[in-house]
Structure formats: C-alpha cells, structure tokens
C-alpha cells in the first residue's frame, strides 16, 4: 500500500514505525498524517530536531493553516531536547520531556517524530530502544495516533559499525 492512502485509512490510534529513505516523500506523508489529524480535531504535535521556523514554512508550503491550528491549540511543532544529557537518564527524560509536549494539548493525539536524532552510538541506540519498549508497553493507555520516523539516510555508521 502506498504511504499516503496507508496514512490516510487510519481511523484509531496507532504506532507507526516510518522508515525514511526519502526525504521529500517522508514529509509529505508526515505532514498528511497531521494535516488528516487536524481535520479530526485532533491535537497535532510534530517533535523536530530541526529549526521549528523551517518546519512551520515547510508545513505552510503542504497547505497546513499553520497559524490557525496553532493559535486553536491544535498544532504544536516541538523542538526536542537532548534527553541523552538529562541528569536523571534518557527514560526519564523522555517522561520530562512528553509532560512538557502534551500540556494543554488533551487527547486525542496525532505524533510525529522521534525522541533521540543520532542513533549511530551505543549509548543512544540503547536509549531509543529503551524508550520504545516504553513507550509501546504505554502505548494502551492513550489516545493517540503516533508516527516514529527513523531517517537512514542521514544517519552515518557508529563506532562499532551500527548503522
């Protein structure tokens, strides 16, 4: 099936593992899986590592009303910490750092993202997995629909030869 009509048939909650090996592809389904919860009334957050401006003109392009849903409380472009560097461990972290995304915003949910840019390491390919096996093990207990996007195509090989 193709990404689009894939996004574009989901009815409920759901993750969703989105495998990037196309970058301009990638956004439109990611922008689609979002412009599709807005007409829901659905609270949008999209996590990004990249500069929120870029995201949000990027969005406007795909003919997102950004500053409407925005200003409704609808559409949240959130840029992500570095949970690696949280004091009290990435798993925690991540709780902080989902309390923060989700205020004001209450269910049901459209997101996507990924917690942690740079897989390439040990230490951060642990974390993501950690966060996962979390975050699906949570998963029931929400009401949201979430897009987790791993992009291959910018990530370069570790230390130890991991992707």
């Known amino acids: 099936m193709d990404p689009i009509e894939f996004v574009d048939s989901i009815n409920s909650k759901q993750h969703i593992l989105h495998v990037i090996t196309d970058e301009n592809k990638a956004?439109?389904?990611?922008?689609r899986f979002?412009?599709?919860g807005l007409l829901k009334k659905e609270h949008?957050?999209?996590?990004?590592?990249?500069?929120?401006?870029?995201i949000k003109n990027e969005m406007i392009e795909s003919g997102i009303d950004v500053e409407r849903f925005a200003s409704?409380?609808?559409l949240k472009i959130y840029k992500v910490p570095d949970i690696l560097k949280d004091p009290d461990g990435p798993l925690e972290g991540f709780?902080?750092?989902i309390s923060d995304m989700m205020a004001g915003s209450p269910p049901p949910h459209r997101i996507v993202g990924r917690?942690?840019?740079?897989?390439?390491?040990?230490?951060?390919m642990s974390a993501q997995l950690?966060?996962?096996r979390f975050?699906?093990?949570?998963f029931g207990s929400l009401d949201s629909s979430v897009l987790c996007c791993y992009d291959f195509l910018h990530q370069r090989t570790g230390q130890n030869g991991v992707l």
Do not use: L
């Not at 975050?135 to 949570?138: E, K, L, R, S």
């Open 27 to 31: 956004k439109q389904v990611q922008f």
């Open 34 to 36: 979002i412009g599709n």
């Open 44 to 54: 949008c957050i999209y996590m990004t590592h990249e500069n929120p401006k870029k």
């Open 72 to 74: 409704d409380s609808f």
């Open 95 to 97: 709780k902080k750092m």
């Open 115 to 124: 917690t942690i840019n740079d897989i390439t390491s040990n230490e951060s």
């Open 130 to 132: 950690e966060i996962e």
């Open 135 to 138: 975050a699906h093990a949570t």
